[in-house]
């Protein structure tokens, strides 16, 4: 099975320092929805890992934000796309859980749901826990220029990246470092 897990806030959506709290602020980031769309035509399975403490602050209920996973869906559909899982943390930082990003509860359950393990499995998103905790399970771990990465554009990328970690501009640049990997021929068929 060919997976990809995303990050969903400043990857696939404009982010907020006021949080995401309703359908109406969930605002598709340019590209990034014909990215995803791009990616299922090639084979590859999307599954989103997201922290929403805005559901442990009282900010928003999950109605909500089911309500905002089917705004991105259906926008989604329009393009050919899908995701196949949407896995998220409601807990605030303060409850020190396992499943809120840096830590791998979440990327554990998207193993354990889907079967398959973990290694080279591309996470992308737009922070260094994104990239840390997909590489501490032993992900391939992309960053992002979008979101809270923005300012990193033009500039060296954050200190702390994971060995090995790629940087793209944006969701629709790591589609196309896929798509033409995937189109590349094996070393031993030239």
């Not at 014909?34 to 090639?42: F, K, P, S, V, Y």
């Not at 409850?95 to 998207?110: A, Y």
Request: aromatic fraction near 6%; charged fraction near 20%.
């Amino acid at each position: 099975m060919k997976l990809i897990i995303l990050d969903r806030d400043g990857t696939i959506n404009s982010d907020s320092d006021e949080f995401v709290k309703t359908p109406d602020e969930w605002l598709p980031l340019p590209g990034a929805l014909e990215a995803i769309a791009r990616l299922n035509h090639a084979g590859w399975h999307v599954v989103i890992a997201s922290n929403q403490s805005g559901l442990g602050r009282g900010l928003f209920d999950v109605v909500s934000l089911n309500a905002m996973h089917a705004k991105m869906m259906k926008l989604l559909a329009v393009q050919g796309g899908r995701i196949d899982a949407v896995f998220y943390c409601p807990h605030t930082a303060e409850e020190n859980c396992q499943c809120r990003k840096p830590q791998p509860g979440l990327f554990e359950q998207i193993g354990a749901r889907f079967g398959v393990p973990l290694k080279s499995v591309p996470v992308v998103g737009d922070s260094l826990r994104d990239v840390v905790v997909g590489a501490a399970v032993g992900c391939e771990p992309h960053l992002v220029l979008t979101g809270k990465s923005e300012k990193y554009r033009g500039i060296a990328p954050p200190e702390g990246l994971p060995a090995g970690t790629r940087v793209h501009q944006d969701l629709a640049a790591f589609a196309d470092f896929i798509l033409a990997r995937s189109d590349a021929p094996a070393a031993g068929n030239r």
